[in-house]
């Protein structure tokens, strides 16, 4: 079992940078690809990105490719969503998620194990 927390968000202009974080409970976080989803009032959950076991690739989504950057920890348990340049159109409810399949695991069903959400609101 996996639990994750995340944090970080809140209210910023758009142009402007943010960092989400989300650390994992458990000893075994290096053997999970964590993936980053979000999901914006009315719309369905979508990825954003996605980073291996050991951070040496990540996956991104293209609407966020060279604005978003994915990175993790092993040793904090923990994975980061760094954001700059963001718009309006990001604003939504960022949600981490843990899984053991393969990159680019960018379907929801390629995580059994998901944090609660924490909300990002760009203005303009």
């Known amino acids: 079992q996996v639990q994750l927390v995340e944090s970080g968000g809140g209210l910023v202009q758009a142009g402007g940078s943010l960092r989400v974080s989300c650390a994992a409970s458990?000893?075994?976080?290096?053997?999970?690809?964590m993936g980053w989803f979000r999901q914006a009032p009315g719309k369905e959950r979508e990825f954003v990105a996605a980073?291996?076991?050991?951070?040496?690739?990540?996956y991104y989504a293209e609407s966020v490719k060279g604005r978003f950057t994915i990175s993790r920890d092993n040793a904090k348990n923990t994975v980061y969503l760094q954001m700059s340049s963001l718009k309006p159109e990001d604003t939504a409810v960022y949600y981490c998620?843990?899984?053991?399949?393969?990159?680019?695991?960018?379907?929801?069903?390629?995580?059994?194990?998901w944090g609660q959400g924490t909300q990002v609101t760009v203005s303009s």
């Open positions: 980073i291996s076991r050991s951070g040496g690739v990540s």
């Open positions: 458990g000893r075994s976080f290096s053997n999970y690809v």
């Open positions: 998620a843990s899984g053991d399949r393969g990159l680019p695991a960018t379907m929801s069903s390629n995580y059994p194990y």
